[in-house]
């Protein structure tokens, strides 16, 4: 089973600046199979990024995602009140499990 | 509109069975993969397996294998995650999502809590 690792496990920023979340995989994983999620307190996940670096539909440009093999990055360019979240990377596939890292808290400085 | 709902929280004492459902609407739900994700309190996301209600396929985390079961009637767009034996460790929000890969919609969760 691949193994996510998040870090840091929280980042503490002020609104305006910029984000980046790490996901390193115990093993290599295709970059098609990679998406990140967002969850705030009391809600379901939503889904940010698929594929490594496509946007889902109706998130905004300032969330982007990269990366290949082990590492992964989430971007968030500009931090707005409403991105204070914990967030989460899924590994996905063709062959089951998909894993879950054990998510990054984004909080407010 | 794409939507999930899941059926309301449930409080159950250890050794008793349990189903919880999901209803999809606003797609064609034999189409997509059902999944279903386990977070137990203050922790994070677990995911727990798939179901493809087109033809009961069923996917799931050896971590959970054996410990629940997947079902689904597609006659009224209704996944289904069931339990024979309950035990505290259960206590968790589920949630339901589509998908067979990523999960693009989320049910609004389930909390169950076994206590005795």
């Known amino acids: 089973e691949i193994v996510l690792t998040q870090s840091p496990g929280t980042l503490s920023l002020s609104p305006g600046e910029r984000a980046t979340l790490s996901c390193r995989a115990s093993?290599?994983?295709?970059?098609?199979?990679l998406a990140w999620y967002q969850q705030k307190p009391g809600q379901a996940p939503r889904l940010l990024i698929f594929g490594a670096s496509s946007r889902a539909t109706g998130i905004p440009d300032r969330f982007s995602g990269s990366g290949s093999g082990t590492d992964f990055t989430l971007t968030i360019s500009r931090l707005e009140p409403e991105d204070f979240a914990v967030y989460y990377c899924?590994?996905?596939?063709?062959?089951?499990?998909?894993?879950f890292g054990q998510g990054t808290k984004v909080e407010i400085k | 509109e794409v939507q999930l709902v899941q059926s309301g929280a449930e409080v159950k004492k250890p050794g008793e069975s349990l189903k919880i459902s999901c209803k999809g609407s606003g797609y064609s739900f034999t189409s997509y993969w059902i999944g279903w994700v386990r977070q137990m309190p203050g922790k994070g996301l677990e995911w727990m397996g798939i179901?493809?209600?087109?033809?009961?396929?069923?996917k799931y985390s050896p971590s959970f294998q054996g410990q629940v079961t997947f079902s689904a009637d597609k006659s009224i767009s209704t996944a289904y995650l069931q339990w024979s034996s309950l035990k505290a460790s259960d206590s968790a929000m589920y949630y339901c999502?589509?998908?067979?890969?990523?999960?693009?919609?989320w049910g609004q969760g389930t909390l169950v809590t076994v206590s005795s």
């Open positions: 999502a589509r998908g067979g890969s990523y999960s693009d919609y």
């Open positions: 093993q290599s994983v295709s970059s098609t199979y």
């Open positions: 899924q590994r996905y596939g063709s062959s089951p499990p998909w894993t």
């Open positions: 179901i493809y209600p087109g033809d009961s396929d069923t």
